[in-house]
């Protein structure tokens, strides 16, 4: 019996195949759920506005399914590229954080929306810049610390050179203007920083500096100013049917939720009651519809996700990988900021801020973003488990170790 070879294609179709089923089916489950629950609630929460602008009702659900098909196929491409590239690659990354935040600022190339010009009109979709150049700043920052980690540690040179590329790249966020997107930047690089051994009084002095431009920062603009006198007391007469009008609807929908919620799609707040109910403010209609008890779950399924990406980054440094390590530390402290800027917004914790709670949030740019986030921790955590696929040499790792032994 003659035996059949198969043809060529077919072996990097199975290694493809090995390399898909390899990757960590907890946190895929997690990123799973999460986007579903999304889709689910921007179907509810849109239904009504979509009906009144577009005369369709499924305008935005159907926009959101294509933004998770190319979410989903973002990620998985991303899984087959070698961690090492990423790193190669440092630089351009950051070339093409400042290439996406100055082409927003442009007349004809910006959209503004709200008076912000925070979108690139590209082929019938607006990409917001910022969330891709988070992204892209965090794989460059992650870079810098892998090279110069003994400098970092040991001088304030190492400490001091990053953060000159940092502030451009906030000052050109704060232009647009996102001032959202600056604090979960400014978090996650502080992290990153702090986890990869800064001394304890240069990032005590760091705290201080950036705790400090925030303030100013925020006292800079009447809008901010207004905004942080209505959280204050959004129900003031002046305020409840003024600049306070969202975040009163926002707790109104919390209240009515009680326990169970009033049952998926029986909203109120979302006909027309809050402003951006399937995008900034959609965490406000799940509560609403499905109670406490589906907040809890969203907030562990959160919760869950982030420290799982933690465990990976933490896997990544004792294994010697800082590159992989300080960049899936980044990634879950950015996760993590956002989420919580969001949970706080929509329950009246923190002041009003337009930031969209990832991977739940109507939006391609930030779903897309999300998804390529997690396929990075993604590949880092298969690279750690398949060793000698990972790219990674006995040499590389005896550099990587030789610059972490010059410590104060």
């Not at 491409?77 to 190669?88: G, N, S, Y």
């Not at 992650?142 to 990053?162: H, I, M, N, T």
């Not at 001032?179 to 760091?206: D, E, Y």
């Amino acid at each position: 019996m003659t035996s059949i070879s198969l043809p060529a294609f077919d072996q990097p179709l199975a290694r493809s195949v090995r390399h898909f089923a390899a990757l960590d089916g907890t946190l895929m489950l997690l990123t799973g759920v999460l986007a579903a629950i999304g889709v689910l609630m921007i179907s509810s929460a849109s239904m009504e506005i979509a009906e009144a602008r577009y005369n369709n009702p499924f305008y935005h659900l159907l926009r959101q399914l294509l933004h998770c098909g190319l979410a989903v196929g973002a990620g998985l491409a991303v899984t087959l590229v070698p961690i090492r590239v990423w790193q190669k690659m440092g630089w351009l990354f950051m070339l093409a954080a400042f290439v996406l935040l100055g082409l927003v600022l442009m007349p004809g190339i910006g959209k503004e929306v709200n008076g912000s010009m925070r979108w690139i009109r590209l082929a019938g979709f607006n990409l917001q810049a910022s969330e891709f150049a988070k992204l892209f700043l965090l794989i460059y920052l992650a870079d810098y610390l892998a090279r110069r980690l003994s400098e970092v540690r040991s001088q304030w040179s190492g400490f001091l050179k990053p953060l000159c590329i940092l502030a451009l790249v906030i000052l050109l966020l704060l232009l647009e203007p996102d001032f959202g997107a600056v604090v979960v930047l400014l978090s996650a690089a502080l992290g990153m920083m702090f986890l990869g051994g800064v001394k304890l009084g240069q990032f005590i002095v760091l705290i201080a500096m950036s705790l400090a431009s925030i303030a100013l920062m925020a006292v800079s603009q009447p809008y901010r100013m207004q905004r942080l006198t209505t959280f204050a007391d959004p129900w003031s007469a002046e305020n409840v049917y003024g600049s306070g009008y969202q975040l009163t609807q926002a707790l109104i929908a919390f209240g009515r939720g009680e326990w169970f919620g009033v049952g998926l799609g029986n909203s109120v707040q979302k006909l027309f009651y809050l402003p951006e109910a399937h995008t900034d403010f959609v965490f406000a209609i799940l509560a609403e519809e499905l109670g406490l008890i589906g907040v809890m779950l969203v907030l562990a399924l959160f919760l869950t996700l982030v420290v799982r990406i933690m465990l990976v980054g933490r896997k990544a440094e004792r294994n010697n990988q800082f590159f992989a390590a300080y960049l899936v530390y980044g990634i879950g402290i950015m996760l993590a900021m956002q989420a919580l800027i969001n949970f706080g917004v929509n329950t009246g914790l923190l002041p009003t801020k337009g930031l969209t709670l990832p991977l739940l949030s109507y939006g391609g740019s930030s779903l897309i973003a999300t998804m390529i986030a997690i396929a990075l921790v993604l590949r880092v955590n298969s690279e750690l488990d398949e060793p000698d696929s990972s790219g990674s040499d006995a040499k590389g790792k005896a550099r990587l170790k030789a610059r972490t032994r010059a410590k104060p």
